[in-house]
């Protein structure tokens, strides 16, 4: 079987895989890669989520890629603004003609002999198989199960004579107007919905078991859009960066160190918009502290104005069974529906639920440590996009294939070909932490034990700080003796400069 071979592989074309591709065709011109993309088209979450109104919870100063400014008008932006956005970059840096569309990873296998990835993949039918090979392997492939999204056991859902959707797989003809709609779920994407459903459909109801905390922000950005009139959009962009990460940092920590008055701000603010009338207390004062899980965005009050109309409204209950015509709660009440929509969460995944081997011996990531939140305890040559939980998600896909770049730049220079990170001495006996810390979302809590540990020092941690990151990514020498570099067919281990 004919193997096509690269310095390195990207796995996965969406935000993160076109983002690293534009990074390394800057910062490392002379490697050749390819991008593998299990669909046939590129753009990640932003092509594969087509339900009504879908946008970033984020600005886009600070999801946009570090160099490539955010110059529409919109600071928080519909799904094909990003998707154009993605598309743009990809055109600009010349990388679609690196993509392999329908091209699924299901097995990547290291051998230290020859310092050489050989990743396996399959068209979507399953019926053909094809074999690449790199040096270097970059995870972008997500944290979710693109096939289907979660959905919980509902007992009686047979007897329901509506249409039932998963937001991950919105139908294109589906036709809500004039009809009872129930949502399910109190995250990002109920909270998109009720809005937009509520604008044609008879009634959107949002039923949760628990409330979530929801902050208004502006669609548009006064500040960044002054800015770009008197500067240039590069200047304009980077000082908007920088303000919304200091923004964003702040009332995080504020959130860890002084959560009950974070609390009492949001909740207080939330009572400006919907008044003293509605029921806070049960329908949106969570039992957690802020930050605990994301905070779900409400642009420009849009959820807030469409109770306020009686277009929507929210229901905080737990669900008996379905019905023939809706949904029986525990209380007793039942919820008359044509249509329910299950906006319950994503299938979180590891690697894309590929599998790994190094040299014959399978990877179990749970039983490895996190190097810097971007590489593995006993894996080489291979690093992973993760963003930040508590931040735009691409302020770390950036930092990572930054990363990526310096090391292979510096390989190069020493003239190793194999990077692996190893326990030091220092090490042994470290206490373990999950890998996502203080952070009580169910998708993650459901499939953290498949993800590596981290210690309680550096290099062994995960920090979803940025600016620590900045310095741990971009400054911090490589010779920290966690890294153990090897020159191609001598098995000797250098020291680093």
Same mark, same amino acid.
């Given at each position: #079987?004919?193997?096509?071979? $690269?310095?390195?592989?990207?796995?996965?074309?969406?935000?993160?895989?076109?983002?690293?591709?534009?990074?390394?065709?800057?910062?490392?011109?002379?490697?050749?890669?390819?991008?593998?993309?299990?669909?046939?088209?590129?753009?990640?979450?932003?092509?594969?989520?087509?339900?009504?109104?879908?946008?970033?919870?984020? %600005?886009?100063?600070?999801?946009?890629?570090?160099?490539?400014?955010?110059?529409?008008?919109?600071?928080?932006?519909?799904?094909?603004? @990003?998707?154009?956005?993605?598309?743009?970059?990809?055109?600009?840096?010349?990388?679609?003609?690196?993509?392999?569309?329908?091209? *699924?990873?299901?097995?990547?296998?290291?051998?230290?002999?020859?310092?050489?990835?050989?990743?396996?993949?399959?068209?979507?039918?399953?019926?053909?198989?094809?074999?690449?090979?790199?040096?270097?392997?970059?995870?972008?492939?997500?944290?979710?199960?693109?096939?289907?999204?979660?959905?919980?056991?509902?007992?009686?859902?047979?007897?329901?004579?509506?249409?039932?959707?998963?937001?991950?797989?919105?139908?294109?003809?589906?036709?809500?107007?004039?009809?009872?709609?129930?949502?399910?779920?109190?995250?990002? +994407?109920?909270?998109?919905?009720?809005?937009?459903?509520?604008?044609?459909?008879?009634?959107?109801?949002?039923?949760?078991?628990?409330?979530?905390?929801?902050?208004? =922000?502006?669609?548009?950005?006064?500040?960044?859009?002054?800015?770009?009139?008197?500067?240039?959009?590069?200047?304009?962009?980077?000082?908007?960066?920088?303000?919304?990460?200091?923004?964003?940092?702040?009332?995080?920590?504020?959130? =860890?160190?002084?959560?009950?008055?974070? =609390?009492?701000?949001?909740?207080?603010?939330? *009572?400006?918009?919907?008044?003293?009338? $509605?029921? @806070?207390?049960?329908?949106?004062?969570?039992?957690?502290?802020?930050?605990?899980?994301?905070?779900?965005?409400?642009?420009?009050?849009?959820?807030?104005?469409?109770?306020?109309?009686?277009?929507? &409204?929210?229901? +905080?209950?737990? @669900?008996?069974?379905?019905?023939?015509?809706?949904?029986?709660?525990?209380?007793?009440?039942?919820?008359?529906?044509?249509?329910?929509?299950?906006?319950?969460?994503?299938?979180?995944?590891?690697?894309?639920?590929? +599998? $790994?081997?190094?040299?014959?011996?399978?990877?179990?990531?749970?039983?490895?440590?996190?190097?810097?939140?971007?590489?593995? &305890?006993?894996?080489?040559?291979?690093?992973?996009?993760?963003?930040?939980?508590?931040?735009?998600?691409?302020? *770390?896909?950036?930092?990572?294939?930054?990363? #990526?770049?310096?090391?292979?730049?510096?390989? %190069?220079?020493?003239?190793?070909?194999?990077?692996?990170?190893?326990?030091?001495?220092?090490?042994?006996?470290?206490?373990?932490?999950?890998?996502?810390?203080?952070?009580?979302?169910?998708? #993650?809590?459901?499939?953290?034990?498949?993800?590596?540990?981290?210690?309680?020092?550096?290099?062994?941690?995960?920090?979803?700080?940025? *600016?620590?990151?900045?310095?741990?990514?971009?400054?911090?020498?490589?010779?920290?003796?966690?890294?153990?570099?090897?020159?191609?067919?001598?098995?000797?281990?250098?020291?680093?400069?």
């Amino acid at each position: #079987m004919a193997q096509e071979h $690269f310095d390195v592989i990207i796995v996965g074309a969406g935000l993160s895989g076109i983002g690293a591709a534009c990074h390394l065709q800057k910062s490392c011109p002379r490697k050749s890669y390819a991008i593998l993309e299990s669909r046939a088209a590129m753009g990640g979450t932003w092509d594969l989520f087509r339900y009504p109104g879908i946008r970033s919870d984020s %600005d886009m100063h600070t999801l946009g890629y570090n160099f490539k400014p955010w110059v529409a008008d919109k600071a928080i932006a519909e799904g094909p603004a @990003i998707l154009e956005y993605i598309h743009e970059a990809a055109k600009e840096y010349n990388v679609e003609k690196h993509i392999r569309y329908r091209q *699924r990873v299901t097995r990547a296998s290291w051998s230290s002999d020859d310092a050489t990835w050989t990743v396996q993949t399959q068209d979507p039918e399953g019926s053909k198989t094809t074999r690449f090979t790199c040096n270097f392997l970059l995870m972008c492939s997500g944290y979710y199960r693109y096939k289907e999204g979660y959905t919980p056991e509902f007992p009686g859902r047979d007897r329901f004579q509506g249409q039932v959707v998963h937001p991950q797989l919105w139908p294109e003809d589906l036709d809500y107007r004039g009809k009872k709609v129930v949502v399910i779920g109190s995250g990002a +994407t109920a909270v998109t919905l009720l809005p937009v459903l509520g604008e044609q459909a008879d009634h959107v109801t949002m039923l949760q078991r628990s409330p979530t905390y929801m902050v208004s =922000r502006p669609f548009r950005d006064a500040f960044a859009n002054f800015l770009r009139k008197i500067l240039p959009d590069r200047w304009a962009y980077a000082i908007t960066r920088w303000r919304n990460v200091l923004m964003q940092e702040w009332i995080y920590k504020k959130s =860890r160190t002084d959560p009950e008055l974070v =609390r009492r701000k949001l909740l207080d603010r939330v *009572r400006n918009e919907l008044g003293n009338d $509605f029921d @806070i207390a049960k329908h949106l004062t969570p039992t957690y502290n802020p930050w605990d899980q994301r905070l779900c965005l409400v642009p420009d009050g849009d959820l807030f104005e469409s109770i306020r109309a009686g277009k929507s &409204s929210i229901v +905080t209950d737990q @669900i008996e069974t379905f019905t023939e015509n809706g949904i029986l709660l525990k209380s007793g009440q039942e919820l008359a529906a044509d249509i329910i929509v299950t906006a319950t969460g994503l299938n979180m995944v590891v690697m894309g639920e590929a +599998t $790994f081997e190094v040299d014959g011996t399978p990877v179990k990531f749970g039983d490895t440590w996190t190097y810097k939140g971007l590489m593995f &305890s006993g894996v080489p040559n291979m690093i992973s996009t993760f963003g930040y939980i508590n931040a735009s998600w691409t302020l *770390r896909a950036d930092l990572t294939a930054e990363y #990526m770049c310096r090391l292979l730049n510096h390989m %190069d220079a020493t003239a190793t070909q194999q990077v692996t990170p190893q326990l030091r001495p220092q090490d042994a006996g470290m206490p373990a932490r999950p890998w996502i810390e203080g952070f009580s979302a169910g998708y #993650m809590q459901r499939e953290m034990h498949k993800f590596p540990k981290q210690g309680d020092r550096e290099p062994w941690v995960n920090t979803q700080d940025y *600016r620590r990151d900045r310095k741990l990514f971009l400054r911090d020498s490589f010779d920290d003796g966690a890294l153990v570099f090897t020159a191609a067919h001598s098995g000797q281990s250098l020291a680093v400069a």
